[in-house]
């Protein structure tokens, strides 16, 4: 019987990543829990976590780019608290995007939409980029 073949990836592109984030974060509490703690500082039940949507490439309310992912965490409080994703893997940055991020959590907070909200940068240590609009920038060995 001939040697089976293992299928190797040759490349990886940011929708897969941003796919295997979407799947992780949906999946359970577990990876939410790390992301929480890392980003927000705060643990689900500091947070009275109830449950958690994720959004993939959801539109901005006042411009025509996507956000890569979108987390909503439903708390006891009422309004959730949102992470606004952006992963960079082999593109480079648009222009303003960081600051489109920004304003976007902003725009979030200051119409009630969510307590708090917060903007994260996904991306290789070798990106190089580590623009200070975005609330933390990450590079995927630490998520």
Same mark, same amino acid.
């Given at each position: ?10 490349? @990886? ?5 941003? +796919? *295997? ?6 999946? %359970? ?5 790390? !992301? ?27 411009n ?11 708390? @006891? ?5 949102? +992470? *606004? ?6 593109? %480079? ?5 960081? !600051? ?15 307590s708090?909200?917060?903007t994260?940068l ?22």
């Amino acid at each position: 019987m001939p040697e089976e073949e293992i299928l190797t990836l040759s490349h @990886a592109t940011e929708r897969d990543v941003d +796919l *295997l984030l979407v799947e992780e974060i949906i999946s %359970g509490s577990a990876f939410l829990a790390f !992301l929480a703690n890392q980003i927000i500082g705060q643990t689900l039940t500091d947070m009275d976590y109830l449950s958690h949507r994720v959004l993939h490439s959801s539109r901005r309310m006042h411009n025509r780019r996507e956000i890569d992912i979108t987390v909503e965490i439903k708390t @006891a409080a009422g309004k959730p608290i949102i +992470l *606004l994703i952006e992963n960079k893997l082999d593109a %480079g940055e648009q222009v303003d995007q960081a !600051l489109s991020y920004r304003e976007e959590a902003a725009h979030l907070e200051a119409t009630g939409a969510a307590s708090t909200v917060k903007t994260v940068l996904v991306r290789p240590k070798e990106y190089g980029l580590t623009n200070a609009a975005f609330d933390a920038v990450r590079p995927p060995s630490v998520l």
